[in-house]
């Protein structure tokens, strides 16, 4: 199974955008890319996902390097709400693996 | 619409018993997964069922199975707990059964303590 490797956690100041990284050096030509974070005491919650193109939407922007082998995810501008714990996924269609996921804190 | 739905939130269980998780999925979707999550191994598929039928399944024993009903609304059972098996149980909803292009939607859990 394709792996995904993040940082294990990352800080932000409020109000200022933030770029998740997501190295996944060994996806195949058919993974999709997902974003999903956890807020503390809830269960995931989708964020985006692509598959070769950049893709934006009301929560944040996914972009893909050209050869695919990393993404990075983009929130424009971090409030407090955001802290949570993101997680990159691959998915060849069967199933989400999740790792460890980068968790994000937001200085007020 | 509704979100998709747990009972029981909260579980409390002693070694050796068995323990059924209920779940209720966005109305229209017909795929469930379950994933376990433990903070010394993360989010772990469990298994996921569409149309009634198991579609795929993770590495977990067979003293874990589940089923789906007619109505897309799906249990999951542990047979004869351990220890290990205290965890937040994660059921998830979908509209297709292949998750590549589609947004799952999670539940908000159930706390199994295994004592």
């Known amino acids: 199974d394709a792996k995904t490797t993040q940082p294990n956690s990352m800080e932000s100041n409020e109000e200022e955008p933030v770029h998740l990284p997501c190295n996944h050096s060994t996806i195949s030509g058919t993974d999709y890319i997902h974003w999903y974070r956890q807020l503390p005491s809830q269960g995931p919650e989708y964020v985006i996902h692509?598959?070769?193109s950049n893709v934006n939407n009301r929560m944040a922007s996914l972009a893909i390097a050209e050869d695919r082998k990393s993404s990075t995810l983009i929130l424009h501008r971090a409030t407090l709400r955001d802290a949570a714990v993101y997680y990159c996924i691959l998915d060849a269609g069967n199933m989400l693996t999740f790792g460890g996921g980068t968790r994000l804190m937001v200085k007020p | 619409k509704a979100g998709v739905t747990q009972t029981p939130r909260y579980l409390i269980k002693t070694r050796g018993q068995q323990v059924t998780l209920s779940c209720s999925p966005i109305?229209?979707?017909?795929?469930v997964s379950w994933y376990q999550q433990t903070p010394g191994q993360g989010l772990q598929f469990l298994f996921e069922y569409f149309s009634e039928t198991q579609r795929n399944k993770g590495n977990f024993p067979g003293r874990f199975s589940g089923r789906q009903f007619s109505n897309s609304r799906s249990e999951m059972n542990v047979s004869t707990l351990e220890l290990g098996d205290s965890a937040l149980y994660l059921c998830a909803s979908s509209l297709e059964g292949q998750v590549y292009n589609n947004e799952q939607f999670f539940g908000p859990g159930t706390r199994l303590t295994v004592l």
């Open positions: 692509g598959l070769t």
């Open positions: 109305s229209g979707h017909r795929s």
